[in-house]
């Protein structure tokens, strides 16, 4: 089983960036398909990227297309989530998740993933 921990969330003014990291521990990091999720206050947890287990494919939500990105580097372990011109519509806590076997349509459900962090707060002051 692996074990993820987010780290990099704060506050941040509309316009500026943030990069968060999920460090995984514990089995092959590398077979995992990896997502961030991310959830507001009163509001279900929705997904904002992937990235399938051997790269380079990649998925975003319609929301951060364009401004986030996801990426990973198998060798240490970790996936990161670049936030770029923030807005504080964004402000939520990101989770990373993970899953084995195939990235297929069901990518976006929080149930496909049966392994989690605890959270990172991101917030957005306008």
């Known amino acids: 089983q692996v074990q993820l921990v987010e780290s990099g969330g704060g506050l941040v003014q509309a316009g500026g960036s943030l990069r968060l990291s999920c460090a995984a521990s514990?089995?092959?990091?590398?077979?995992?398909?990896m997502a961030w999720f991310r959830q507001a206050p009163g509001k279900e947890r929705e997904f904002v990227a992937g990235i399938r287990w051997n790269g380079p494919y990649t998925i975003y939500s319609d929301s951060v297309k364009g401004r986030f990105t996801i990426s990973r580097d198998n060798a240490k372990s970790t996936l990161y989530l670049q936030l770029n011109s923030l807005k504080p519509e964004d402000t939520a806590v990101y989770y990373c998740a993970g899953k084995e076997g195939m990235f297929g349509s069901t990518y976006s459900l929080p149930d496909e993933y049966p392994h989690w962090g605890q959270g990172t707060q991101v917030t957005v002051s306008s």
């Open positions: 514990g089995r092959r990091f590398s077979s995992y398909n």
